[in-house]
């Protein structure tokens, strides 16, 4: 018997029991669905916090004081010091290596803002004019803070889009005057709206330069520092010089913590595939299950064939045929089912990419892959035995109609 | 064509053994035209089954064509039956959901038979049986005679040398039984060696060599003169 013939043949008993067919490909269908669903909901969620997290900028190594790790006591803390702050020349001292493209150093603190009569708090953000482009900012009107010593404590400000609303509505923003507590600032531009990520709006700041932030404020402290470095590969270069300048200015202490984007970035990516791979592989769950219930359906249409299976037999069937016609109709009736499970999964996604336009929703390819060889897997493995007990059947038997 | 000797065949009823066939030897030259009769439980069915391969001997010698097939594995015996062996049964066991044509057609699937050859043959078998405009009709939708033609199609349609037939009216009127056995006897011309099991002497008379059994042995072997 041929293939083309088996497969003819093993489709043919399929059609002929259609409510049987239609009950077992539903069960397949939706367990396959399930897995494409389910995986790319948890790839679209990885997508979307990666997404967000490299908005923030590019091949970004960030310097932050303190130490973060336990091990080691240093001997400041022996005699009670407080660990050193990160300052200003800290910054400047980073430039030294050539791994570093640029960077801004950061501080931050709130104050009351005001143009007259409207006023309200803001979150006061000190820099430089490097930080636009480490953070991928970009302006709405005006210009960036100007591209000065970050020693020089100019009055000019950059507001976020929400910030000038609030205090300006209809005026003109930029050439105008803010109040930020007893001091005023010139507006030199305003952010275009971004909307918040990660937890971070931009549309509600204030940016000054860091040396007014820091008279503002009345510290000399860095909350961190924003390193760009020259490229990819440069990163762990850019990290390392950075610690060993900032030891050598520390007079050796090791007093701050220097991490890369690409080390969180890679903590998150991690995460959230495991993530995906725990829901995908519950889904699969429901494979097992619909494997199962197909090899029981399997062997109450063998009970029912039994007549058919002990003529094939007379006429010349071998046994190895018979196990052959079963496995055929297992296979077929995976293969057509996952691929609809496939589809009906890949409509599901849509519809959910749909209502949640944020979430770039999409099924990984190898979830895709693994749900599909799954759905056969399962549906071949659990006809085996049915397929071994039709080829066992006695022809005798099989033929009686006692 | 067909020799068995001494062969025995029981099964295990509860935990009685019942002996279904005792000692038979028998010799069947190539086209004899041979009738089976006895009372029920005498083993004529399990005879047939013996000589159709369905089943094995317990112990004792079958030599068909000269081969001893009772050593064969079941995947030869299995060729042996799809090559030389045709069945008729009195319940058709025509596969329902497939139509006449296809039917008469199973044989040929399992051999391998190309599609072109399978068509051919099917058409000139269903032409000669008169079914030619029942060959999209389901067994369902066929009276009995018609059925029990298209598994005598089915049966021959691989040119088996043995064509082995169990009660193959006992599911008929008399009528329609006539004509099954104008079907078969025309076979029998043809030289082709035919074994009937029945009940009804009528039909088993007219064959030129009559067995009957009882209790799993042979008790008379006549032949008509
Ligand atoms: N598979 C089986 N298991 C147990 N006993 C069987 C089996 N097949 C046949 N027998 C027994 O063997 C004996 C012979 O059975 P067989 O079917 O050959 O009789 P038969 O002559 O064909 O009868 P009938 O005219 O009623 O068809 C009977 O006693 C029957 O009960
Ligand atoms: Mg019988």
Redesign the pocket.
Same mark, same amino acid.
């Given at each position: 018997m041929t293939l083309t013939d088996t497969l003819l043949f093993a489709s043919g008993s399929l059609r002929g029991a259609r409510t049987r067919t239609l009950l077992m490909m539903l069960a397949m269908a939706i367990g396959v669905a399930a897995v494409v669903v389910l995986t790319a909901l948890g790839e679209g969620a990885r997508r979307y916090v990666i997404g967000e997290f490299s908005s923030l900028g590019t091949n970004l190594v960030i310097v932050l004081p303190g130490r973060s790790e336990t091990s080691g006591i240093s001997p400041g803390m022996l005699v009670g010091q407080i660990p050193r702050e990160l300052v200003l020349d800290d910054a400047q001292a980073l430039l030294r290596s050539n791994a570093i493209r640029r960077l801004a150093p950061l501080s931050v603190g709130s104050a009351q803002a005001s143009n007259g009569a409207r006023n309200r708090e803001v979150m006061v953000l000190g820099s430089t004019a490097q930080l636009l482009a480490i953070r991928h900012m970009e302006m709405g009107e005006g210009q960036f803070l100007p591209d000065t010593d970050a020693r020089l404590a100019s009055s000019v400000c950059v507001l976020g889009a929400k910030i000038r609303r609030e205090l300006f509505a209809n005026e003109a923003a930029v050439g105008g005057w803010v109040k930020l507590g007893d001091r005023r600032f010139r507006v030199s531009g305003v952010l275009k709206e971004q909307g918040e990520s990660m937890g971070f709006n931009t549309d509600e700041l204030v940016i000054i330069p860091v040396a007014s932030a820091h008279q503002l404020f009345n510290t000399q402290a860095l909350l961190r520092i924003l390193i760009e470095a020259k490229g990819r590969d440069e990163i762990l270069r850019a990290r390392s010089e950075a610690e060993s300048i900032l030891l050598a200015r520390h007079s050796g202490e090791r007093d701050v913590t220097v991490i890369t984007q690409d080390a969180i970035l890679a903590t998150f990516d991690r995460i959230l595939r495991a993530l995906t791979l725990a829901v995908g592989g519950i889904a699969a769950i429901s494979l097992a299950v619909a494997g199962i219930l197909i090899m029981n359906v399997m062997l109450i249409a063998i009970a029912q064939r039994t007549q058919e299976i002990g003529l094939l037999k007379a006429i010349g069937a071998p046994p190895a045929q018979i196990r052959k016609l079963f496995f055929a109709e297992a296979a077929l009736l995976s293969l057509v089912s996952s691929l609809a499970g496939w589809a009906l999964g890949e409509i599901g996604s849509f519809v959910i990419g749909r209502a949640y336009p944020t979430l770039p929703i999409g099924a990984p390819w190898w979830a895709v892959l693994a749900a599909l060889a799954t759905a056969l897997g399962t549906g071949i493995l659990f006809s085996v035995m049915p397929a071994r007990r039709a080829a066992k059947l006695d022809p005798?038997?099989a033929l009686?109609r006692r | 064509m067909i020799r068995l000797e001494h062969v025995k065949r029981s099964?295990? /009823?509860g935990d009685q053994p /019942?002996a279904?066939l005792r000692d038979i030897s028998l010799h069947i030259a190539a086209g004899e035209y041979v009738s089976i009769m +006895?009372?029920? +439980?005498? +083993?004529?069915?399990?005879?047939l089954n013996m000589i159709g391969l369905l089943d094995r001997p317990d112990a004792g010698l079958y030599l068909l064509a000269g081969q001893d097939v009772s050593q064969l594995n079941e995947e030869q015996q299995a060729q042996v039956r799809r090559d030389k062996i045709g069945f008729v049964f009195q319940f058709f066991h025509l596969v329902p959901r497939l139509t006449a044509a296809m039917n008469i057609e199973l044989p040929l699937i399992l051999a391998g038979v190309d599609p072109q050859e399978r068509k051919q043959r099917v058409d000139e078998l269903l032409a000669s049986y008169g079914l030619t405009n029942r060959a999209d009709h389901r067994p369902e939708q066929l009276s009995g005679g018609q059925r029990q033609r298209v598994a005598i199609a089915r049966a021959t349609i691989m040119r088996p040398a043995v064509l082995l037939a169990?009660?193959p009216t006992g599911n008929l009127d008399r009528a329609t039984g006539r004509e099954v056995m104008a079907l078969l006897e025309g076979l029998t011309e043809q030289g082709v060696t035919l074994i009937l /099991?029945t009940?009804d002497h009528e039909i088993g008379d007219r064959a030129q060599r009559q067995l009957v059994?009882v209790d +799993?042995q042979l008790a008379s072997d006549t032949r008509q003169p």
């Amino acid at each position: 018997m041929t293939l083309t013939d088996t497969l003819l043949f093993a489709s043919g008993s399929l059609r002929g029991a259609r409510t049987r067919t239609l009950l077992m490909m539903l069960a397949m269908a939706i367990g396959v669905a399930a897995v494409v669903v389910l995986t790319a909901l948890g790839e679209g969620a990885r997508r979307y916090v990666i997404g967000e997290f490299s908005s923030l900028g590019t091949n970004l190594v960030i310097v932050l004081p303190g130490r973060s790790e336990t091990s080691g006591i240093s001997p400041g803390m022996l005699v009670g010091q407080i660990p050193r702050e990160l300052v200003l020349d800290d910054a400047q001292a980073l430039l030294r290596s050539n791994a570093i493209r640029r960077l801004a150093p950061l501080s931050v603190g709130s104050a009351q803002a005001s143009n007259g009569a409207r006023n309200r708090e803001v979150m006061v953000l000190g820099s430089t004019a490097q930080l636009l482009a480490i953070r991928h900012m970009e302006m709405g009107e005006g210009q960036f803070l100007p591209d000065t010593d970050a020693r020089l404590a100019s009055s000019v400000c950059v507001l976020g889009a929400k910030i000038r609303r609030e205090l300006f509505a209809n005026e003109a923003a930029v050439g105008g005057w803010v109040k930020l507590g007893d001091r005023r600032f010139r507006v030199s531009g305003v952010l275009k709206e971004q909307g918040e990520s990660m937890g971070f709006n931009t549309d509600e700041l204030v940016i000054i330069p860091v040396a007014s932030a820091h008279q503002l404020f009345n510290t000399q402290a860095l909350l961190r520092i924003l390193i760009e470095a020259k490229g990819r590969d440069e990163i762990l270069r850019a990290r390392s010089e950075a610690e060993s300048i900032l030891l050598a200015r520390h007079s050796g202490e090791r007093d701050v913590t220097v991490i890369t984007q690409d080390a969180i970035l890679a903590t998150f990516d991690r995460i959230l595939r495991a993530l995906t791979l725990a829901v995908g592989g519950i889904a699969a769950i429901s494979l097992a299950v619909a494997g199962i219930l197909i090899m029981n359906v399997m062997l109450i249409a063998i009970a029912q064939r039994t007549q058919e299976i002990g003529l094939l037999k007379a006429i010349g069937a071998p046994p190895a045929q018979i196990r052959k016609l079963f496995f055929a109709e297992a296979a077929l009736l995976s293969l057509v089912s996952s691929l609809a499970g496939w589809a009906l999964g890949e409509i599901g996604s849509f519809v959910i990419g749909r209502a949640y336009p944020t979430l770039p929703i999409g099924a990984p390819w190898w979830a895709v892959l693994a749900a599909l060889a799954t759905a056969l897997g399962t549906g071949i493995l659990f006809s085996v035995m049915p397929a071994r007990r039709a080829a066992k059947l006695d022809p005798v038997l099989a033929l009686a109609r006692r | 064509m067909i020799r068995l000797e001494h062969v025995k065949r029981s099964f295990t /009823v509860g935990d009685q053994p /019942v002996a279904a066939l005792r000692d038979i030897s028998l010799h069947i030259a190539a086209g004899e035209y041979v009738s089976i009769m +006895g009372p029920s +439980g005498s +083993g004529k069915s399990t005879l047939l089954n013996m000589i159709g391969l369905l089943d094995r001997p317990d112990a004792g010698l079958y030599l068909l064509a000269g081969q001893d097939v009772s050593q064969l594995n079941e995947e030869q015996q299995a060729q042996v039956r799809r090559d030389k062996i045709g069945f008729v049964f009195q319940f058709f066991h025509l596969v329902p959901r497939l139509t006449a044509a296809m039917n008469i057609e199973l044989p040929l699937i399992l051999a391998g038979v190309d599609p072109q050859e399978r068509k051919q043959r099917v058409d000139e078998l269903l032409a000669s049986y008169g079914l030619t405009n029942r060959a999209d009709h389901r067994p369902e939708q066929l009276s009995g005679g018609q059925r029990q033609r298209v598994a005598i199609a089915r049966a021959t349609i691989m040119r088996p040398a043995v064509l082995l037939a169990d009660e193959p009216t006992g599911n008929l009127d008399r009528a329609t039984g006539r004509e099954v056995m104008a079907l078969l006897e025309g076979l029998t011309e043809q030289g082709v060696t035919l074994i009937l /099991v029945t009940h009804d002497h009528e039909i088993g008379d007219r064959a030129q060599r009559q067995l009957v059994m009882v209790d +799993g042995q042979l008790a008379s072997d006549t032949r008509q003169p």
